[in-house]
Structures are given as C-alpha cells and as structure tokens.
C-alpha cells in the first residue's frame, strides 16, 4: 500500500470519521472503498452509471415523509390497512356542490 497525503476540512473529515464509526470501520478503509467506487464509476465499469439510482434516493430523502394509511380491496370479512409511506398527503375527496 501507498501512503498518501490528502487535506480535508475539519468539518468534511468529522463527516468521514462519523461514517466510519456508523459502518465499524477505519476511516482509511472507508475512503479508499469510495475512492475505488468513484474510479470504477468513472471507467464505467458498471451497466448503471450510480449516479443514476443517487439522485431519486437523495431527493425522495430531502422530502418530509408521513405514514399513511391506504385501504385496499379485500377478499375476506374485513378490510385490511396497510401502512404506505408517501412524500404528499393522500388526496382529498371532496363531494360536488348541490345544484
């Protein structure tokens, strides 16, 4: 192995330590597993660039969640709920106006 020297911010490197620790392993472990990703990604090693599942992961995270509850159709006596995680609430139904 190879020694190299990188300077992060102290804020970045408490963000690489916190993610390490959160995994179980070193941060020098942690980094140069994201290295080799971002260089096998770069060569475009993989069917999928990563970039590609990314981005819907980090903007249905960046949105407030609710659980909600979503009836179903059923086939036996009673009806059956099942929890269902929705970034919007569901619709409202409204009844029309009398004429």
Do not use: C, F, Y
Not at 9 to 20: C, E, F, K, W, Y
Not at 69 to 95: E, K, M
């Amino acid at each position: 192995m190879v020694m190299r020297g990188v300077r992060l911010p102290v804020n970045l490197d408490q963000r690489v330590r916190d993610a390490a620790d959160a995994a179980g392993v070193k941060a020098s472990t942690l980094i140069r597993e994201w290295i080799e990703l971002g260089l096998t990604e770069l060569e475009n090693d993989r069917p999928v660039s990563l970039s590609a599942p990314r981005r819907p992961i980090a903007a249905a995270q960046a949105q407030p969640r609710r659980l909600t509850t979503h009836h179903t159709t059923h086939t036996g006596s009673q009806p059956r709920s099942q929890p269902v995680l929705s970034a919007h609430p569901p619709p409202r139904h409204t009844r029309p106006a009398p004429t």
